[in-house]
């Protein structure tokens, strides 16, 4: 970003700069980009753009400049706002200790307390505990992330809008005889919404179809509500289907299959395969299904449960039903994925560190044995090959990041050494 760098939209124009003092900042004022988030972040984004009272700068013209420090751009800009965290990283500060040499002076409380740094920039804390919680800055990045989701969503998820993950036919239908509450119908859509089950089917629902509390219930899972239909009767509801399987907490005397979730999903993934048109049908909240409905599927599944309280509510059922058909889908995601969050694989998240190399690992190991050396651990000696051999498989077994070996490294150092005065007072002894 150049200090003639703009972000626009059809509104108005605001225009993100370089400040004087090397900061991205907007308006006449020069208010700083980190100074906006935290407005509309600690406040509602309309208290928060008051507050600001910046020309130009409104619900219409906020996310552009949300956008900006959500998407780190100050990095490409080498910029960045006071007390953000990515300054105090970009400074190579990485401790308290160091936070404090970087000030010329901290003024703590009333003033009485006063620590003294090296810099040229002299700062206030409230207190020493306030100090040692907030000096490394603010994740002002994350929280604009937060805010762009507000801006976008408000603060009620009613009015959301998701899509359907599959093809008509692609996933089981999800049915549900007479239910009775249309909150149970929302958090079964909800549910739906969860793990990929988009078509949802009711039969005669007893406070009628369509119900504005099954959408609130929904939490966001309308575009489940908005395609649900209903039907009057159980028959014309699978009318179309192939394969039904029956969810039940009873023992049945009829001659049918009996499945438990994972063995139903499997037998519907290959039928869907193949061409085919699966459903599940679940049964009211007070009784079930009766016995005659059951005689409609071609097999039982049953949830393992404990064998003294098996019943189970209604969404509850669909969800576990539904977890099962996701576990088992190749698109599946560990947590949400969403513009700034990738999606997750099993095993250790790395995020944006990296594991340690060979060369950093023995370089740790050497660190730690000549101090130990130095310390006289190793006695007697000639144990010392093996006990120094023990302290690498153990430290190996660590799969260390590089980030962690440079702590640990730290620690040996400063155990061997002291840090600020208590290495001082030892360097002082005779």
């Known amino acids: 970003m150049n200090a003639g760098t703009e972000t626009e939209n059809r509104h108005a124009a605001v225009t993100v700069r370089v400040g004087s003092g090397g900061e991205p900042v907007l308006g006449s004022r020069e208010t700083c980009v980190a100074k906006v988030v935290h407005a509309c972040h600690a406040m509602s984004i309309d208290q928060g753009l008051e507050a600001l009272a910046i020309p130009g700068l409104t619900r219409e013209t906020l996310e552009p400049v949300l956008q900006y420090c959500a998407g780190l751009k100050c990095i490409e800009d080498r910029v960045s706002c006071p007390d953000c965290k990515r300054r105090t990283e970009a400074q190579g500060i990485e401790t308290l200790d160091q936070f404090i040499l970087s000030k010329q002076e901290i003024i703590v409380g009333d003033g009485r307390i006063r620590l003294k740094g090296e810099g040229t ?20 990045w994350f929280w604009a992330r937060r805010v762009i989701r ?9 009015h959301m809008k998701g899509e359907p993950v599959a093809g008509e036919g692609e996933t089981p239908s999800v049915i549900l005889m007479e239910p009775q509450l ?63 399987g029956a969810t039940t907490a009873r023992q049945r005397d009829m001659r049918k299959p009996v499945l438990t979730p994972e063995q139903a999903i499997a037998e519907m993934r290959t039928r869907i395969g193949r061409g085919g048109r699966c459903g599940i049908l679940f049964g009211r909240e007070r009784n079930g299904l009766e016995t005659n409905e059951v005689a409609n599927a071609d097999a039982l599944i049953m949830i393992p449960v404990n064998s003294r309280f098996a019943s189970l509510n209604l969404a509850q059922a669909v969800l576990l039903i539904g977890y099962e058909w996701m576990r088992s889908d190749a698109g599946r995601s560990l947590g949400r994925v969403t513009t700034y969050e990738k999606p997750l694989s099993e095993g250790m998240n790395m995020g944006r560190d990296r594991p340690a190399t060979k060369d950093e690992l023995i370089g740790l190991f050497e660190h730690l044995e000549r101090e130990l050396e130095t310390a006289g651990f190793f006695n007697p000696a000639h144990r010392k090959a093996v006990v120094a051999q023990n302290l690498r498989t153990m430290l190996t077994r660590m799969n260390a990041t590089e980030q962690e070996v440079r702590t640990f490294r730290g620690i040996v150092a400063t155990l061997a050494q002291g840090k600020g005065k208590a290495r001082k007072g030892r360097d002082e002894v005779p």
């Open 121 to 140: 920039e002299t700062v206030t804390t409230p207190c020493l505990e306030s100090l040692a919680k907030q000096w490394s800055g603010e994740n002002y």
């Open 182 to 244: 249309a909150d149970n119908i929302g958090m079964v859509a909800r549910a739906c919404a969860n793990f990929g089950l988009d078509d949802l089917r009711l039969v005669n629902p007893r406070d009628g179809w369509p119900n504005e509390k099954a959408r609130i219930a929904a939490s966001g899972a309308n575009y489940v509500i908005d395609d649900a239909r209903a039907f009057s009767g159980l028959e014309e509801s699978i009318a179309d289907l192939n394969w039904i």
């Open 150 to 158: 507000k801006l976008r969503h408000g603060l009620r998820r009613a």
